[in-house]
């Protein structure tokens, strides 16, 4: 049986000169990565990972990081991908079931965090209750988020306020006590 297999390889970008403050080494760190993850969408860096004759702008090096985090695999004949499976990497250099890892056990699964994302992203701007329900929901799993989850949470929420796209001043209350949770 012939299967498709798409491997998730970590590649290290390094972006030079990003300035960052903060009132701890932590917030300066994170407002770091924001800003980086601002500048890679914004000038289209990652398009240009391939192609090192036209690095983006901002990138000093571009290089594979010799790891991969975890592999989806199709079966080509599962047309309605029923035995899609997505592995991850262990550290003793194994690949299990991603719903069989302690990591996924003691956080959301790829699927719930998928939805909760889709939940977020369709409620934030809205002017209904889906704004309370869905900050809530988010409040109730944060410690169970991915670091990097909640990270994009803040930063989401954060431009939307800037940008007065996060609904009416009872909805942006909604939004603004996840900003108050820790990291």
Known sequence: MKHDVHLYALVRVKFTGIEADGETIEKRHLAAIDTAIEEAGKHQAFDHLFN??????????????????????????DEDHENTTEWTLLSNGD????QETETVRKGL???????????????LGRMTYIS???????????????????AQFKREIREAIAAKSAGMPMDVACWESILELGD
């Open 132 to 150: 309370q329900s869905v900050s809530d929901r988010i409040k109730t799993e944060w410690t169970r988020l991915p670091a990097y989850s909640r």
């Open 95 to 98: 690949f299990a079931r991603a």
């Open 52 to 77: 090192r004759d036209r690095p983006g702008i901002g990138i000093e090096s571009v290089e594979y990081a010799d790891e991969v985090s975890c592999a989806l695999v199709d079966e080509q004949d």
């Open 109 to 123: 699964s790829a699927e719930d965090l998928q939805l909760l994302l889709c939940a977020f992203r369709y409620a």
